[in-house]
């Protein structure tokens, strides 16, 4: 497992930009995982965002962040980000980083119970 925390979470005003980072720590190497963001608004279920596989090659996202979201990763800093754009009343959530190790450089993983290692989440409020 790694220990994940995520930061850059806030409010923002509706069509704005937020930045989401998620440092990775422990005795491995986070280059061996596959990572994720998930995000729970209140009362409702932790649901998918975006994910990425190991070597970052490949991408997939919820169809409500596609096109204004963007994950990437930077292996040498072990940090996760997820770039939110035009960002709207419905993003409000808690947004939670996860990560499974992955055999597979090429695999993307959606659904919750796939990552073993998640962060505390960070609060992001978006107001029109």
């Known amino acids: 497992q790694v220990q994940l925390v995520e930061s850059g979470g806030g409010l923002v005003q509706a069509g704005g930009s937020l930045r989401l980072s998620c440092a990775a720590s422990?005795?491995?190497?986070?280059?061996?995982?596959?990572v994720g963001w998930f995000r729970q608004a209140p009362g409702k279920e932790r649901d998918f965002g975006a994910a990425?596989?190991?070597?970052?090659?490949?991408?997939h996202y919820a169809d409500s962040v596609k096109g204004r979201f963007t994950i990437s990763r930077d292996n040498a800093k072990n940090t996760l980000y997820l770039h939110m754009n035009s960002l709207k009343p419905e993003d409000t959530a808690v947004y939670y980083c996860?990560?499974?190790?992955?055999?597979?450089?090429?695999?993307?993983?959606?659904?919750?119970?796939?990552?073993?290692?998640w962060g505390q989440g960070t609060q992001v409020t978006v107001f029109s």
């Open positions: 996860a990560a499974k190790v992955s055999r597979d450089a090429l695999s993307v993983y959606k659904q919750r119970d796939d990552y073993d290692s």
């Open positions: 990425m596989c190991r070597s970052g090659g490949i991408t």
């Open positions: 422990g005795r491995t190497t986070f280059g061996w995982f596959a």
